[in-house]
């Protein structure tokens, strides 16, 4: 890097932005992907272990622990 004279070396240092507090708490209250397989597959037990409801065993599950998180 060439520098001009008398131009000033900016220091390289980043600096974090805050993410907005709305961003914050959606990011909270999102369920994590090992608790939203546990559900989704207790889930499945209930049903009496039925084939190809999987993806809505899953939403499911993902939205009943979202909401519980609330």
């Given amino acids: 890097m060439v520098e001009?004279?008398?131009s000033k070396r900016k220091?390289?240092?980043?600096t974090a932005l805050a993410a907005?507090?709305?961003r914050l708490a959606a990011i909270a209250s999102e369920p994590d992907e090992g608790r939203i397989r546990e559900r989704a597959y207790a889930i499945w037990i209930e049903e009496g272990r039925p084939h190809?409801?999987?993806l809505a065993h899953w939403r499911r599950a993902h939205e009943e622990l979202r909401e519980e998180a609330r």
């Fill in 20 to 22: 907005p507090d709305h």
């Fill in 52 to 54: 190809g409801r999987d």
């Fill in 4 to 6: 001009k004279a008398g």
């Fill in 11 to 14: 220091s390289g240092r980043r």
